[in-house]
């Protein structure tokens, strides 16, 4: 079993920047991809960045592109989302999901769900 364990998330006014975490832990995980995505209430949850264990491939949902970037330590297990030009409408709980078989923005492709982490971003 492996274990995602978020970090990072606090309120930051528009326009601020957070840096999110996602620590693996249990066994080492050795999968395809490792994504975030978030939800806000009322809302279905949302793909927000996804990049392959292996390899540079990252996709960022349009609402993100540009403002968003993911990026991983193997040596540490660990992924992260840079979040910067915050906006009112980022607000949600984050949460990061690792795949043993998939590269994708479908959240029912991932095999582990970390708890999540808040992000509150105020105009």
């Known amino acids: 079993q492996v274990q995602l364990v978020e970090s990072g998330g606090g309120l930051v006014q528009a326009g601020g920047s957070l840096r999110l975490s996602c620590a693996a832990s249990?066994?080492?995980?050795?999968?395809?991809?490792m994504a975030w995505f978030r939800q806000s209430p009322g809302k279905e949850r949302e793909f927000v960045a996804v990049i392959r264990w292996s390899g540079s491939s990252t996709l960022y949902a349009d609402s993100v592109k540009g403002r968003f970037t993911v990026s991983r330590d193997n040596a540490k297990n660990t992924v992260y989302l840079e979040m910067n030009s915050l906006k009112p409408e980022d607000t949600a709980v984050y949460r990061c999901a690792a795949s043993n078989t998939y590269y994708s923005r479908n959240p029912v492709h991932y095999n582990y769900w970390g708890q999540g982490t808040q992000v509150t971003v105020s105009s």
């Open positions: 249990g066994r080492t995980f050795s999968g395809i991809a």
